[in-house]
């Protein structure tokens, strides 16, 4: 009953880095209220996981450098970091990552943390986007520090990943020309193709029925984990409208 957000704001009109904030709106509270530590790093991506009795925050961090070019310009250069904090964002580890490990640094190359493992607050899974294709998709058994990260896949174009009740990892590839459906059996091993019929857009386990829900182009449905197979439930192409519910009981007649 609790949602947390991150600000990612960038220069106000004076070109000074503007301040950034974590932000919680905790059960039946009518406002968000401030917490943590501001500063200026950007929050590209959070998480909020089980860590014990406790909680850990994980966040995409973004920071934003001076430096010169071969040609003695200052120019920008992007940064990217895994941010962890065991005390609710008062104080952060932050664990730089190198876009350049498992492939060149293109122009628009960025990196984002995609999930924590449920089973283990350290295991973080991480993807590096690039414009010119592939993206990579990575893995790290220790909080995303420096030397520690795993590639799991080379993707055309990677947009959903999710853990199964069993611990497993499933992801998949949303390049028409590449289009896959994947099983990791284990943090570690190498991936399993189970499909190549369907572009796979969103991925999330739905424990209150047992299914993996998943998007395929403008169909949403469900995942058949054994054989990989997409089944559709809604195409959106033929919603007109949405229907609008008050927050009342709805009577039944007997």
């Not at 950007?42 to 995409?60: C, D, M, P």
Request: net charge negative; aromatic share 12%; proline share 5%.
């Amino acid at each position: 009953k609790r949602v947390y957000v991150g600000t990612s704001d960038g220069y106000d009109a004076d070109l000074k880095p503007r301040t950034n904030s974590l932000w919680l709106k905790d059960g039946a509270a009518s406002a968000f209220k401030q917490i943590g530590k501001q500063d200026t790093t950007w929050y590209a991506s959070l998480h909020v996981v089980k860590n014990g009795s406790a909680r850990r925050f994980y966040a995409t961090g973004v920071v934003s450098k001076t430096v010169m070019d071969a040609m003695g310009n200052p120019a920008s250069e992007v940064h990217y970091y895994v941010r962890v904090s065991d005390d609710e964002g008062a104080t952060w580890t932050d664990n730089e990552y190198d876009v350049t490990q498992f492939g060149p640094r293109q122009a628009n190359s960025d990196f984002r943390i995609v999930l924590i493992d449920p089973a283990n607050p350290d295991h973080v899974i991480g993807a590096v986007a690039r414009d010119a294709m592939p993206d990579s998709f990575v893995y790290s058994p220790m909080q995303g520090k420096a030397g520690t990260w795993q590639q799991i896949a080379e993707v055309g174009e990677l947009r959903a990943a999710a853990f199964g009740p069993d611990g497993k990892l499933y992801f998949g590839d949303d390049d028409q020309s590449s289009r896959s459906f994947y099983v990791v059996d284990k943090l570690g091993d190498a991936p399993k193709k189970l499909a190549e019929n369907w572009k796979v857009g969103c991925l999330q386990w739905d424990p209150s029925k047992n299914r993996m829900l998943a998007c395929r182009d403008w169909q949403f449905g469900t995942v058949d984990l054994a054989s990989g197979q997409f089944s559709s439930m809604v195409d959106m192409r033929c919603a007109e409208n949405f229907v609008e519910c008050p927050d009342q009981a709805i009577p039944v007649k007997k």
